[in-house]
């Protein structure tokens, strides 16, 4: 792989990358500051899209037409869906799909696409099992797994909603900006992965534990990026 996007919604999901690349260049779009540089020896381009759906497509779509890059690895944090996964650990995308997509009234399933091929993106399982493997190596003291990415543009905060997602989609955790990513990627070819550590249990402590575990679970991630660079 030549070139690899690195996207994080938030300041905080992207900072201590961005401390750790060599920058040759900054270019701003749509609001949006790529740092262009290498990161672990790799040509790479660190972005924070800012929260949400719209923003992480848009990200994608000039990543892909103005750094040409051919992967793509969003990084940050998420509420967990899965009893299992505790505040700390981290999930890899199988694959991610967008909850908040309803066009049911119509007689179409929750979160399918009308006249889209697929509306549960696949990650490329290259990306996915090289991840997971350095995962294990550099973050031992965290439990690392794969699932499904739900995102939509909601903090998911009640049980009631957790459990919606959970019997619906079978989703291992919620955010809002992964399945958006793996959109913008299908629809232009390009491999990616979702990669996510867990700040909450998308629950009815989520608004108290999220600002608590945030800070520690982004790093988390980042440790895995800078690493997983190295091996690409
Ligand atoms: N990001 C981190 N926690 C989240 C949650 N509970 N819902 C949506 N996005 C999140």
């Not at 509306?119 to 699932?147: H, M, Q, W």
Request: net charge negative; hydrophobic share 45%.
């Amino acid at each position: 792989m030549n070139k690899i996007g690195i996207i994080g919604a938030m300041e905080l999901e992207v900072s201590e990358l961005k401390s750790k690349m060599e920058v040759k260049n900054v270019v701003e779009r749509a609001g949006m500051k790529f740092f262009d540089g290498t990161l672990s020896g790799k040509d790479a381009v660190i972005v924070q899209c800012g929260i949400g759906k719209v923003n992480a497509g848009m990200c994608v779509q000039i990543l892909a037409d103005l750094f040409n890059v051919d992967a793509v690895i969003n990084t940050g944090v998420a509420g967990s869906l899965r009893a299992e996964v505790n505040i700390g650990d981290i999930i890899i995308s199988t694959d991610a799909c967008e909850h908040d997509m309803d066009v049911s009234a119509l007689g179409y399933e929750p979160g399918i696409i009308p006249q889209m091929e697929t509306s549960f993106f696949k990650a490329d399982s290259t990306l996915a099992s090289k991840a997971k493997a350095v995962c294990e190596r550099v973050n031992p003291e965290i439990s690392v797994y794969d699932g499904r990415i739900v995102s939509g543009d909601q903090f998911i905060s009640d049980g009631a909603t957790k459990d919606r997602l959970i019997k619906l989609f079978d989703g291992s955790c919620a955010e809002m900006e992964g399945a958006a990513i793996a959109h913008a990627a299908f629809l232009n070819k390009l491999p990616y992965v979702v990669l996510r550590a867990i700040s909450d249990k998308a629950d009815d402590s989520a608004h108290m534990d999220y600002p608590e575990f945030e800070r520690a679970a982004a790093a988390h991630c980042a440790r895995l990026v800078d690493n997983l660079l190295a091996e690409l």
